[in-house]
């Protein structure tokens, strides 16, 4: 097992208590700025996901922010009001990359939504593979009120997540969602109470990182690299992952172990 570099994160913790289990949660934690991003925070997502990313105990990643009020509403404005041009590119291609990096993490990420999610923090969940959300969460894309657009995805992602016309109305007017309409159109994979919402979704990522790592990784990448290309192409994209799944050792030990009326030992191979 590769073990985790211990790190002082100063805008995230690292919640290693669900490890046995294949489980890590990542907690945005700047409560005096209501969890928004700054420089550091995706400084420090991209150096905690990178090394997670090595890792060899994990299966599912969750992750939510501090509090009850905010996941992230986004950019820190108050950083931003002080940069020129230049230092505002070389802050967003940061941005990029830490949400590339939740993006095609190798298992499922998983955002636990406490609070409101707008602008960059909207593409952060939209970024993860599901979304259990608090009731009293609102969700939405006010970029166009600002004078600019999303940037880390939002354009791209929220139409693959929704009806196309839909994903075009809450871009063009900038307005927020409820827990319950983002359920309803599918934004959403459930809605719990604040008091439910981080015992539920670690309940689902234990048992999503029970299942085999092979498949788990097989089944992201068919499923997100299929939908950007035609049928046909997809169909073969999930061949190809299914023929890296059924000639493993773990597909083996699956048999076996369900011969055998008991657990399976997965060990990725």
Request: net charge negative; proline share 4%; hydrophobic share 40%.
């Amino acid at each position: 097992m590769v073990q985790t570099k211990m790190v002082d994160w100063k805008t995230i913790v690292l919640d290693e208590s669900q490890a046995e289990e294949f489980v890590y949660i990542i907690t945005l934690n700047r409560p005096d700025a209501m969890n928004s991003l700054n420089t550091l925070m995706a400084e420090e997502l991209i150096e905690c996901v990178t090394m997670l990313k090595e890792k060899d105990d994990v299966r599912a990643l969750i992750i939510t922010g501090s509090g009850t009020r905010c996941f992230c509403p986004g950019a820190d404005l108050k950083e931003r009001k002080t940069m020129d041009n230049v230092q505002w590119k070389r802050q967003h291609d940061i941005f990029e990359d830490a949400y590339e990096l939740i993006r095609t993490f190798p298992y499922p990420v998983i955002a636990a939504v406490n609070g409101y999610a707008l602008g960059g923090g909207m593409e952060m969940i939209l970024s993860c593979d599901l979304r259990y959300v608090a009731e009293h969460a609102k969700m939405g894309l006010p970029e166009a009120k600002l004078g600019i657009i999303p940037g880390v995805g939002g354009t791209q992602l929220l139409p693959r997540s929704v009806p196309v016309a839909i994903a075009k109305e809450l871009l063009f007017t900038g307005k927020q969602l409820d827990a319950q309409k983002a359920l309803e159109i599918g934004l959403a994979n459930d809605v719990f109470s604040m008091e439910e919402l981080l015992e539920k979704t670690i309940e689902t990522a234990k048992t999503i990182a029970k299942n085999a790592p092979l498949s788990l990784q097989s089944i992201k990448k068919a499923v997100d690299t299929g939908l950007q290309t035609d049928i046909n192409t997809a169909l073969s994209i999930e061949l190809d992952q299914y023929y890296k799944c059924a000639f493993s050792e773990d597909r083996l030990e699956g048999v076996y172990a369900f011969n055998e009326k008991r657990d399976p030992v997965w060990t990725g191979k």
